[in-house]
């Protein structure tokens, strides 16, 4: 399952006086204003999943209208900047009116729903919801000292015409989100459905955003009696020569709207070129952690462990370049050491979080890693699992890749692009021509606080550890 988050609601006042009134004259007390609340009709609002997060996208709704909620169930899946997450209520009621509906967006802190402390108030509160247009919440219903501007209408369900939804292709069954079907994107609450009611995700195609499989996805293929089969496809054979080139899930000359998860990842781009960065490359060998990596693979032990784990321990000796510089008047050494690792997932990155990798053994941080990996790419993640970073790797040495910039995460002092590590001939300190397996990385950092003569330094603690690595061990 996805994360748990509980959503806040607030009164919906049954009385036009009430509702209408301004705010010096509202009652300066609660009390009062409890007594004059005929019904107590409450809006569920967006929340707000992480600190970047400015908006979210409803995944699927894990209850229906008129269905009966108890404190603490989930209602909706929300898909924040990097994850989903289960929301759920603090009230017991009845989900009364559904004003954004699946793939809608609103703003954090607008309501998406309406929930009822009885069934007779059903009606009253499909009526308020019906004063809203879109799915956006209606300001005009809210009490004066939460109002918050009408979010803009969410974009309309996705459909399988053509113009309508670009991201979908009528002529293919594979969603974007799966990768060419090698993995199946489908929400916390469809996985477990589908578990339940022994439906093969994989059979199905997702209606949901971005080709996400959702629960009607299941229950459908449940009422069915069998999998949804897959569709085969209809194309000529001169049409698959035309288009042999093109990935699937691609559609040449279509304009895709940003994701979620894309979004956010661009603000930060933008955020990041205020900053003033600068850039030191080294060449470190490493034969002796090749080595290593060797003898303690078959433990579960991951090469990105082991590079985390070197980088931690070389930060514990330059504490300024674990540092961060966050109003431009002041930076702070950060008491832990947390090695952020880009990973790229459905539609965007993520840098899940290993916390104080300096102080964790090197089995427990491995075993920390895949377990971080495997629920970012099922969009599970905490918040604090990849917003708590201090130091940030980026590793595109398993593409081959030699050498490469990367881009300082706003907030954090450096980050570290890792590179192939490739035999190289060199010539040894005696002269001769020898062969040494070598790899290049570039820190890129924030020159307010860090300076090139801390960088320098910081890189040869480090190479000294990767090619000397017992401390990795330990």
Wanted: charged share 20%.
């Amino acid at each position: 399952m996805a994360g748990i988050v509980q959503i806040n609601t607030s009164f919906l006042p049954s009385s036009s006086k009430l509702r209408n009134a301004s705010p010096s004259l509202l009652p300066a007390t609660k009390a009062p204003v409890r007594t004059q609340i005929r019904s107590k009709i409450r809006e569920i609002f967006m929340p707000a999943l992480s600190s970047t997060m400015t908006e979210g996208k409803i995944v699927s709704w894990v209850k229906s209208e008129g269905d009966k909620l108890s404190k603490g169930e989930s209602v909706v899946v929300v898909e924040s900047d990097k994850a989903d997450m289960d929301v759920e209520t603090f009230y017991d009621g009845y989900l009364a009116a559904i004003m954004v509906e699946e793939g809608g967006v609103a703003p954090v802190g607008s309501a998406i729903a309406l929930l009822a402390e009885t069934e007779d108030e059903i009606s009253e509160a499909k009526t308020k919801a019906g004063g809203s247009t879109n799915g956006a919440a209606p300001a005009a219903e809210k009490e004066p000292e939460a109002a918050v501007s009408p979010p803009p209408p969410p974009p309309p369900p996705p459909s399988p015409l053509k113009d309508s939804s670009p991201s979908i292709l009528v002529s293919s069954s594979i969603h974007p989100a799966s990768e060419g079907g090698k993995r199946i994107v489908a929400t916390p609450y469809a996985k477990k459905l589908a578990k339940e009611l022994k439906v093969e995700l994989a059979a199905l195609t997702g209606t949901g955003p971005m080709g996400r499989i959702v629960a009607k996805d299941v229950e459908a293929a449940a009422a069915a009696g069998v999998p949804a089969a897959q569709p085969s496809s209809t194309k000529t054979g001169s049409d698959l020569d035309s288009k042999s080139s093109v990935p699937p899930g691609v559609e040449l000359g279509s304009v895709v709207p940003f994701t979620t998860m894309q979004n956010a990842v661009s603000r930060n781009m933008v955020e990041s070129l205020t900053v003033p960065t600068f850039r030191v490359g080294y060449t470190i060998t490493t034969d002796a952690l090749d080595q290593l990596y060797k003898k303690i693979k078959s433990k579960g032990v991951t090469m990105t462990a082991l590079l985390a784990k070197a980088t931690a321990l070389a930060l514990v000796q330059h504490p300024v370049v674990n540092s961060s510089c966050r109003d431009g008047k002041s930076f702070t050494y950060n008491s832990s050491i947390n090695i952020a690792v880009a990973v790229a997932i459905d539609g965007g990155l993520i840098t899940p979080v290993l916390q104080d990798a300096d102080k964790v053994d090197i089995y427990s941080l491995s075993r920390k890693w895949k377990e971080l990996v495997d629920k970012a790419r099922a969009k599970q993640l905490q918040p604090h699992e990849y917003t708590t970073g201090t130091f940030t790797l980026s590793n595109l040495g398993m593409f081959g890749v030699d050498r490469f910039d990367a881009i300082l995460p706003p907030g954090t002092g450096a980050i570290m692009a890792v590179g192939a590590s490739q035999p190289t001939v060199v010539a040894t300190k005696d002269g001769r021509i020898g062969m040494k397996n070598q790899m290049q990385v570039n820190v890129t950092a924030d020159h307010r606080v860090i300076y090139g003569a801390d960088l320098a330094a910081f890189l040869q603690t480090l190479a000294s550890i990767i090619e000397d690595p017992k401390d990795l061990t330990f």
